[in-house]
């Protein structure tokens, strides 16, 4: 028997005396984390962020002249128990910038009988976009 659950966690945070943006997609970032033996899954939550975020490095804001703390970042994580992750330490990975972390139903968790425990893989997807001067594009 199968259980479908659709349940979406979302934390929106924009950083001190930032405006609203028009915002332009300008990349996608994917990643996957794990957590073998603690069952947290918060910790694969980040990891998977951290997958996604820390092959990268990013010049666009240079190249269009913008500051780098102007991005936002809308970060999707599937994962088994959306509601047990902590979305504000998610969140709080972003090295620039501000976001949204939503988690919803994805993922793995795969038992371990001889340990009597569980591994959980999360997926991440980190979607930048940038506000532009006037009359500058991507």
């Known amino acids: 028997r199968l259980l479908h659950l659709n349940y979406i ?3 929106n945070i924009r950083a001190k005396g930032t405006k609203a943006m ?3 997609r300008v990349v996608i970032e994917i990643g996957m984390g794990t957590d073998i033996r603690g069952r947290d899954y918060t910790k694969a939550a980040c990891r998977a962020l951290k997958d996604a975020l820390w092959h990268n490095s990013l010049g666009i804001a240079d190249i269009v ?3 780098v703390d102007s991005m936002w970042v809308e970060v ?4 088994p128990q959306p509601e047990k992750v902590n979305v ?3 969140l709080s990975i972003l090295p620039h910038g501000s976001g949204q972390v939503t988690c919803m139903q994805g993922g793995l968790e795969i038992e371990n009988i001889n340990r009597n425990d569980f591994t959980i893989i999360a997926n ?3 979607v930048v976009y940038l506000d532009t001067p006037e009359g500058k594009s991507l």
């Not at 999707?76 to 994962?79: Q, T």
């Open 88 to 90: 504000a330490e998610v």
């Open 76 to 79: 999707s994580i599937g994962i």
């Open 65 to 67: 002249g913008v500051d």
């Open 124 to 126: 991440a997807a980190a």
């Open 22 to 24: 028009a915002k332009k």
């Open 9 to 11: 966690v979302t934390l």
